[in-house]
């Protein structure tokens, strides 16, 4: 599938055409364009590869730029199907990418070889910025009217596989982070007509990739469902000898806490608020990993450096505290009441407040300082505390160095004790419940 774009230079039978189109030489090109214009018509190699496609390939905007000029046709074909917004993509040519979507390049166009369109390419190949350029681009395009965005985002290849299994199968942690903040389906699955087939975790546990694990599992991944194989995520795991993965995936550990996506007003967080939430449940998670790993031998695979703990510890010692927990910082603030809590409270408040989505209308979670309905999350103005402050009030706590957001905190128990945010889930479940539970998809 992958193009040998080198050789190009070692065909003579078209001259100095495609060594200038692959080396950017713009004013050669420009003058064997203006001498015979039939020259745009020609190929090169066993795939064919067009003018456009060889410029696009090799990242040569002003070449691209030119040719598109000409009126050339921005979706000309390979051998095997294959678009110049496809190869842009596949070599990681973000500007070239722009730049052809910008002249009206078809993003929903299908290869001969396995049916995947460019933002399967994107998601296989790793390439963030191409992606999110892609994505951009189905918000605008004839795409989003004719099939939907939500629909594009989940779009099956030959093989039943969405972008998100090829971004887990190769270990794309950031593409895979990117597809499920737009939409991306978690437990997509493989298998058509009815029929099991493989879901991204499936593909996680058999790439290996920890953080593609632990973040599928944080979006609401299941862990029992099963592959065509009748086997479960773990058991692929521990066949591709992933035994980290395998350890996270064993439904006899420690279910991990799951971001509350349902919720609206979680759906139309701005990117700062959604940020610090993510990072909340992600260290809540953490010490469940921590633990989990301990128990098979194995060393934990930390977040982010103790010292950059420390850093944020020490910035945030003089902030106001949470009244919830009294150990992280306030950083989240509720509207329409103006109340204030720490992200890690939120999560937790969140979480245990869900909604059945099976009854229409039920309200979200309520603000625990005035019981008022809970309409939007915005980021807090810090306040930090001044040392008259802390002279006139030291009894006022200050904040730990160490988040105890793990099972069992203060933050859960502060929770739990306020006696309307109801129980964590036992044992057998991977779900924060109420009195009714819900599974996020």
């Known amino acids: 599938m992958g193009q040998t774009l080198s050789c190009v230079q070692q065909h003579e039978d078209h001259g100095v055409l495609f060594p200038a189109l692959a080396s950017g030489e713009l004013e050669v090109v420009e003058a064997m364009v203006e001498e015979d214009p039939t020259v745009l018509e020609h190929t090169i190699g066993c795939d064919r590869l067009s003018p456009l496609h060889v410029a696009a390939a090799n990242g040569r905007i002003e070449v691209l730029s030119m040719l598109l000029d000409r009126s050339f046709n921005v979706d000309v074909l390979n051998r095997h199907k294959q678009t110049p917004l496809m190869l842009a993509v596949m070599h990681g040519k973000t500007g070239c990418v722009e730049k052809l979507i910008h002249a009206g390049a078809n993003i929903l166009m299908f290869d001969s070889i396995r049916r995947r369109t460019c933002l399967h390419y994107a998601a296989y190949y790793g390439h963030i910025d191409c992606l999110k350029a892609i994505l951009s681009a189905a918000h605008s395009t004839p795409v989003a009217d004719s ?15 969405t972008p998100l299994h090829l971004a887990a199968r190769h270990r794309r942690s950031e593409c895979l982070h990117a597809l499920l903040d737009n939409g991306a389906l978690v437990c997509a699955s493989t298998g058509g007509y009815g029929y099991p087939g493989s879901t991204p975790l499936h593909m996680a546990a058999r790439g290996g990739s920890l953080d593609c694990v632990r973040m599928l599992l944080a979006w609401g991944a299941d862990r029992l469902q099963l592959d065509s194989s009748g086997k479960i995520p773990f058991s692929v795991a521990l066949k591709h000898k992933h035994k980290a993965c395998a350890a996270l995936l064993d439904p006899s550990s420690a279910a991990p806490l799951v971001w509350p996506s349902p919720l609206k007003f979680i759906s139309e967080l701005n990117q700062e608020a959604k940020a610090l939430l993510e990072k909340a449940l992600l260290e809540a998670n953490r010490e469940r990993e921590k633990t989990i790993l301990k128990e098979t031998g194995m060393p934990p695979s930390p977040l982010h450096s103790e010292s950059e703990d420390d850093n944020i510890a020490s910035e945030a010692s003089d902030m106001e505290l949470c009244c919830i927990c009294f150990d992280q910082a306030c950083t989240i603030e509720v509207r329409p009441c103006g109340h204030q809590m720490c992200a890690h409270c939120t999560l937790a408040l969140c979480c245990h ?12 979670p309520v603000c625990p300082f005035c019981r008022g309905t809970i309409l939007q999350l915005l980021v807090a103005k810090i306040n930090k505390i001044s040392d008259t402050e802390v002279e006139s009030g030291p009894m006022k706590p200050r904040r730990s160095r160490k988040s105890n957001f793990s099972e069992g905190s203060s933050s859960f128990k502060s929770l739990s004790a306020m006696g309307s945010f109801g129980r964590i889930a036992g044992r057998n479940s991977g779900k924060i419940t109420d009195e009714k539970q819900w599974e996020v998809s």
């Open 147 to 161: 099939w939907g965005f939500a629909r594009f985002v989940n779009i099956r290849d030959g093989n039943g596989a």
């Open 353 to 364: 407040k869900k909604p059945d989505p099976a009854t229409a209308g039920l309200s979200g």
